[in-house]
């Protein structure tokens, strides 16, 4: 490697181009993603998903899809055990696993357009898509909503019966989109806009914003009789992917193997799990290898970008150019997780207040006009 000089020193690294231990089998087409990984006898997985961005599920009918030659396996639902409602530390974040269940496959509810609501495998990629179409799925559709201040309202369409807002005081009766509020005070609000020469005040809004990674999502897994199971996924975090699918199949994480393949792009997009624990519980079921890949427009419908947000903020200054004084609150909906958060506050003499709320299942499709 090159040598350069720096302020008078030699330098090996900086300023120089080091060698990237990838880019050869990159260039030479080597590198092998998500979806180039196959195995012999190995089904085609696709997925059913919700028109609706809210509907109940009341029924859903497998049975011509089954009986349809070439398919070897339909999951919905019932194949899934229902999880506790319990935060547990999952890699950078906190998982609860209830939500994680219902994200993977819907529930009691679909929850967007595009929520998955059941799965096939098949010998082809067309018998596969077939089979969707004989899947029967009654739904009642709900009314929903599109922006974070609506879903607040009392008179909101109610995503969860069972989501009582925490950190209220007294406790409330009347489920509600509201998850969650904390505060954090310091010092008097009022008192530090009534010493302010200048108060200020905007309101912006942000539209969701999907990562936009080049590869869509692929899975190829392989479960045989002794419940070893293989997965070959394209992954930020293997080990993440591993624990969460043991999780919600009920597996022995000891016989868990993840294999990432290289990625073509995740900026956080490819830290959750989607196609995995389908593939695996279709192969489970088939006792055949099951390989499912995303289509551009499943990643954008079934995948999650960061949260649109309505923020307002208000600034108060003085004339030397010293704030005094700030309430900035805002408002985001993820697409399974949405959140409202008001900070306000001031430099010494004002209060510092912050408000999340955590939790209504809102879809960023839905909040893009779906």
């Given at each position: ?120 495998a098949a010998t082809s990629a067309a018998i596969a898509r077939r089979a969707l179409k004989l899947i029967e799925v009654k739904y009642e559709v709900l009314p929903h909503v599109i922006d974070v201040v609506e879903a607040m309202q009392p008179n909101a369409p109610l995503l969860h019966d069972d989501l009582f807002t925490v950190g209220v005081e007294p406790k409330p009766e009347k489920a509600s989109n509201i998850a969650k509020r904390v505060e954090i005070k310091q010092g008097d609000l009022e008192a530090g ?178």
């Amino acid at each position: 490697m090159a040598e350069t000089m720096t302020n008078g020193s030699s330098q090996t690294y900086v300023g120089t181009r080091t060698i990237r231990p990838d880019g050869a089998d990159k260039v030479t087409g080597r590198a092998r993603f998500g979806a180039d990984f196959n195995l012999p006898g190995q089904l085609i997985g696709r997925v059913l998903r919700s028109p609706h961005p809210h509907a109940r599920i009341v029924s859903i009918d497998t049975s011509k899809a089954e009986a349809l030659p070439g398919v070897k396996a339909v999951i919905t639902r019932a194949d899934f055990a229902d999880q506790s409602s319990e935060f547990i530390p999952a890699g950078e974040m906190m998982m609860n696993y209830k939500d994680v269940v219902r994200n993977v496959m819907a529930r009691e509810k679909a929850l967007y357009e595009g929520h998955a609501v059941a799965a096939v495998a098949a010998t082809s990629a067309a018998i596969a898509r077939r089979a969707l179409k004989l899947i029967e799925v009654k739904y009642e559709v709900l009314p929903h909503v599109i922006d974070v201040v609506e879903a607040m309202q009392p008179n909101a369409p109610l995503l969860h019966d069972d989501l009582f807002t925490v950190g209220v005081e007294p406790k409330p009766e009347k489920a509600s989109n509201i998850a969650k509020r904390v505060e954090i005070k310091q010092g008097d609000l009022e008192a530090g806009f009534k010493k302010a020469d200048l108060v200020i005040e905007r309101e912006f809004k942000t539209a969701p914003v999907h990562q936009g990674y080049i590869e869509p999502h692929a899975a190829l897994a392989s479960v045989s009789e002794d419940g070893s199971t293989e997965l070959w996924c394209t992954t930020q975090g293997h080990f993440i992917v591993r624990a969460h699918c043991a999780r919600l199949l009920g597996l022995d994480i000891g016989k868990v193997r993840v294999t990432a393949s290289e990625i073509g792009g995740g900026f956080g997009g490819k830290t959750v799990v989607y196609l995995e624990p389908l593939a695996i519980a279709l192969s489970k079921k088939a006792k055949r290898p099951v390989k499912m890949v995303m289509s551009r427009e499943e990643v954008f419908k079934a995948s999650g970008p960061t949260s649109g947000a309505t923020v307002r903020v208000k600034l108060g200054a003085t004339k030397d150019g010293k704030f005094v004084a700030a309430f900035p609150e805002g408002g985001g909906v993820p697409r399974a997780r949405g959140a409202d958060l008001r900070v306000r506050g001031g430099e010494r003499g004002g209060r510092d207040r912050q408000e999340a709320r955590d939790r209504p299942h809102r879809p960023a499709h839905a909040e893009r006009g779906a």
